[in-house]
């Protein structure tokens, strides 16, 4: 997602600025698979999902003549929708979530870890059989922080680089590599204490 | 290197991205650490599970409704047309 748009999303745009209803009809289309696939994973929920991509929407008929192209359309609509499944979030989370700070290695002075814990390998050997471990990975998401949760979609799941993502939350690229450190590394300890915490 | 420098390394380590001198020091710690390995498994394998579990569910169809939503609020929106 380079910083050069292409004539086509230039027209498109100065289109949705002038409320042409194809033209918001050409990114349902275009982009709204992508909006919804981003909003559900983050929400893990179909109709919070929907509703999160109409609120987006909503966003983009409001913000649409702020939209000066510094970065590509498909940016500008990633950042809307995580902005809108991320307040969606803050509406539904029901319990606040542990600090990710909590959720990450502890080392004494020297460096060693503190309490490494139970053998991986032993743990998910004795668990594999019992646990549905994709609900349990998912279960694990959902626990994560919403900053831990948002770097973990676009980098893990969609797959996206390091500079888009960076684009897309409007942070350093340094800053998107330590906050996806740190989200893998809660949602391991996540997924570690639910996997300890089950029953046999 | 210990624990802590290991595993501030890790993401470099595992996409192979750490310079040749980092990497021969990350895999000496290897060697000698037996929870950094497994810290390792866990850590490349958490990613993993996220991966299948998203890929096994088939990506939710847009809702159908919402292109005609979306014309309704541009419809409702204050402003000029």
């Known amino acids: ?6 004539n086509d999303e230039l027209a498109l745009a100065e289109r949705l600025v002038a409320r042409d209803p194809s033209a918001y009809e050409a990114v349902v289309s275009e982009h709204g698979p992508m909006m919804y696939r981003v909003a559900h994973r983050l929400l893990q929920n179909d109709a919070e ?17 702020s939209f000066r192209g510094e970065s ?7 950042r809307i929708t995580v902005n809108a499944a991320r307040a969606r979030l803050r509406k539904i989370s029901t319990s606040r979530h542990v600090p990710i700070e909590d959720l990450l290695p502890r080392f004494y002075k020297d460096g060693h870890r503190v309490d490494p814990g139970q053998s991986w390998l032993e743990l998910i050997d004795r668990r594999r059989e019992h646990t549905d ?4 990975i998912l279960a694990a998401l959902t626990a994560l922080p919403p900053d831990a949760r948002v770097v973990l979609v676009l980098r893990d799941l969609e797959m996206l680089s390091t500079d888009a993502t960076s684009d897309i939350l409007q942070i350093e690229p340094g800053a998107v590599r330590t906050r996806l450190h740190r989200a893998r590394q809660a949602l391991r300890a996540v997924l570690v204490a639910r996997l300890e915490g089950g029953g046999s | ?3 802590r420098e290991f ?3 890790i993401d470099d380590y595992l996409d192979q ?7 021969a020091d990350c895999d000496e710690h290897l060697a000698d650490c037996p929870y950094c390995t497994d810290y390792v498994s866990s850590y490349r394998e958490a990613v993993r599970l996220l991966r299948e579990a998203l890929a096994a569910k088939p990506d939710a169809d847009v809702p159908e409704g919402l292109r ?5 609020v541009l419809d409702e929106a204050p402003g000029e047309r």
């Open chain 1, 1 to 6: 997602m380079g910083s050069t748009l292409r």
């Open chain 1, 49 to 65: 999902a929907a509703d999160a991509v109409q609120d987006a929407f909503v966003s983009v008929i409001r913000a649409i003549t």
């Open chain 1, 72 to 78: 590509s359309l498909a940016t500008w609509l990633y």
């Open chain 1, 133 to 136: 471990l994709q609900e349990e």
């Open chain 2, 1 to 3: 290197m210990n624990c």
């Open chain 2, 7 to 9: 595993i501030e390394r």
């Open chain 2, 17 to 23: 991205s750490s310079p040749q001198v980092v990497r």
């Open chain 2, 68 to 72: 005609d939503q979306v014309l309704r």
